[in-house]
């Protein structure tokens, strides 16, 4: 159990250092909290506000902050142990809760991405949240951008319940579920922002 928990450990912190604020700062003395509409140090808005190339990086870095604790943990830990949820969770609460950042965090797409993708071939969640994630581009074509992910990481929670009671895969499914519900919080939480932000906007001009 130890083993797992330090796993996890590990996971949250990696997943607490927040790529996507620190690189624009770094490199291009951005702050895309300030900058941003929604204030969310995610790689969406690196793209957006600090060009491709920035944008691609610090996408890359949130990936591999949940592949590499979650990969490592993999090879050496057995997946089917329940305790194995809490490493699956760990990188995607730590972007979530932003140790390092006053406990504020991003929506934790990519890092959760990231963290799916350690898995394969394991287990192929990753492609069922890309299907999703294509079929909400089609379905909810208006913005916000939450919308979208909270119908992809919906579709994906289902998916999960059903290994979970009909196949028998708890270890594995109880971790996404546990990312699913993350993810979906904190863009209900985006949405809750963005309707509070509008109001007040709309309070100004009157």
Known sequence: MTRYLVYSAVGFV??????????????????????????????????????????????????????????????????TNLAFAAVLIGPVLGHACGPFNGW?????????????????????????LVISYLAALVLIRHRPNEKKTIYAYGVLAIYEGYQWLIVGRRAVALGIL?????????NLAGLKAEKENRIMQEQVEI
């Open 14 to 79: 990696m997943g607490g250092l927040l790529f996507s604020y620190y690189i624009p700062k770094w490199l291009k003395h951005i702050d895309i909290r300030e900058k941003s509409k929604d204030h969310n140090p995610g790689t969406a808005n690196a793209f957006m506000l600090a060009g491709s190339t920035v944008g691609t990086l610090c996408l890359i870095c949130d990936l591999m902050k949940g592949l590499v604790p979650v990969a490592a943990a993999a090879q050496r830990l057995d997946v």
């Open 104 to 128: 504020k965090g991003g929506k934790s797409i990519a890092v959760s991405f990231g963290v799916l993708i350690a898995l394969l071939p394991v287990d192929s969640s990753v492609w069922i």
């Open 178 to 186: 546990g990312i699913c519900a993350i993810v979906i919080h904190r």
